[in-house]
């Protein structure tokens, strides 16, 4: 099944809110390390969905961009 025929079952709205950085309280980890360990993100996604059962969670995400 595809994303599209899963969205298609679902009967109530999908949540995903963009606070996956959240997860950094949750493990201790600082930003760096989670954008370079696929690893971490994977722990921290885990983590956020634990903790909220949310429906996407995009495992770090401060609403911002760093140059």
């Known amino acids: 099944m595809n994303l599209a025929d899963y969205l298609k079952t679902k009967r109530t ?3 995903y809110p ?3 950085a959240a ?3 949750h493990t201790g980890y600082k ?3 989670v954008y370079l360990d ?3 993100q994977l ?3 885990r983590v956020m969905d634990d903790l ?3 429906d996407f969670i995009y495992p770090l995400d ?3 961009i760093f140059v």
């Open 38 to 40: 696929p690893l971490k």
């Open 31 to 33: 930003m760096y390390e």
């Open 43 to 45: 722990e921290v996604a």
């Open 18 to 20: 963009q606070n996956g």
């Open 23 to 25: 997860g950094l309280k």
């Open 62 to 64: 401060y609403s911002a």
């Open 13 to 15: 709205r999908m949540v």
């Open 52 to 54: 909220a059962g949310m």
